[in-house]
Nanobody
Framework: QVQLVESGGGLVQPGGSLRLSCAAS????????MGWYRQFPGKQRERVAR???????DYADSVKGRFTVSRDNARSTVHLQMNSLQPEDTAVYYC???????????WGQGTQVTVSS
């Protein structure tokens, strides 16, 4: 059973930056896909970014040019560098891992990101 542990959330002012990290354990092979979803205060969910083991990436239009996803396959970790944060980025961010590009098999516990002055 793969377990995901996130870190790096918090409170930041508009225009600021945060870096989220997620470490996967419980498997000898790094998951095929790792990425991030977020759930807004009104409960709407959005896939933020994802990255395949071979380097393929995908971003939501709302974060393109501001967020960058990266992975360390040897350590089964995925990171989300978030720059130019805005109040509308406020959400709970969840790390996930999938056995394929289109699957979402494992989830982290979520980390709160709040952008406010």
């Amino acid at each position: 059973q793969v377990q995901l542990v996130e870190s790096g959330g918090g409170l930041v002012q508009p225009g600021g930056s945060l870096r989220l990290s997620c470490a996967a354990s419980g498997s000898t092979v790094s998951p095929y896909a790792m990425g991030w979803y977020r759930q807004f205060p009104g409960k709407q969910r959005e896939r933020v970014a994802r990255m395949a083991r071979g380097g393929l990436t995908d971003y939501a239009d709302s974060v393109k040019g501001r967020f960058t996803v990266s992975r360390d396959n040897a350590r089964s970790t995925v990171h989300l560098q978030m720059n130019s944060l805005q109040p509308e980025d406020t959400a709970v961010y969840y790390c996930y891992a999938g056995k394929s590009w289109l699957s979402y098999d494992y989830w982290g516990q979520g980390t709160q990101v709040t952008v406010s002055s």
